[in-house]
């Protein structure tokens, strides 16, 4: 049977990346074509860089969890799923798909040193105001030869024209989402990560274009987001890191 979702609560007019836009948000997370329909791209493309657990008891903490929308994803992958976040509406949620949901911030998160065999950190970096704190939090939790996956924005002109003044103006994106000023430059984000021991390798990805065009089309026809309009679109690799990229490390040691 199919989870019924919360039903959301009028929109109000917040600060650009207010947390509580996402307790407004809250019915949105698991319909198939809603408002975080590329959350859910994201979250199977940055599955695709976890490998199954090597050892029993493998645990894997998902910084800004969400919902859970990285869940199914690692079905039959032999981790335990811890979900970091602030959001309780979404923690139920993720609760209700398996998670292992843990109200905390991601840049103190009260789990021991060195309990994750994999961190995941995806779409998390460009919403805290101190992404550094954040990064030292997620390499503090991952054992020695732990691996960290991540999805962000770059710091760039491109990435704030393409995710907020493009992006936010399309009818199936929440206004105000981003603060374009958090935006996470790819090259700091690898220093940092190097000065906690993990050597991040970054790549730029994008949704691919021809499949994206084509269900921006059928939604916008459909106007309803309860059920899926077509072929989910894929993410693909692309040869520039200047709007979104994805990076995987491991942790030295």
Known sequence: MRDAAPVSTPLRVLPPNDPRQYDDLAGEWWRPDGAFAMLH??????????PPASRPDAVLVDLGC????LAPHLAGKGYRHLGVDLTRS??????AHGVTALRADATAVPLAA???????????????????RA???????????GLLV???LNDTVLARLIAVEIGERLPTVPRGIHDPRLFVDARALVAECARHGVALRV?????ELGG???????RMRSGAADRPVGRTPRIVPTWSRAVLYQGHGVRNG
């Open 135 to 145: 990064v030292a939090e997620a390499c503090r939790l991952l054992r020695p030869g």
């Open 203 to 207: 790549r730029g990805i994008r949704p």
């Open 41 to 50: 791209w994201l979250a199977r493309a940055r599955a695709d860089l976890v």
């Open 90 to 95: 979404a923690l139920v949620q993720a609760a």
């Open 66 to 69: 969400g919902a859970g929308l």
């Open 150 to 152: 991540l999805d962000t």
């Open 114 to 132: 060195g309990c994750a065999d994999v961190v995941s950190a995806g779409e998390l970096l460009e919403h805290v105001p101190d992404w550094r």
């Open 212 to 218: 994206t065009l084509a269900w921006l089309l059928r």
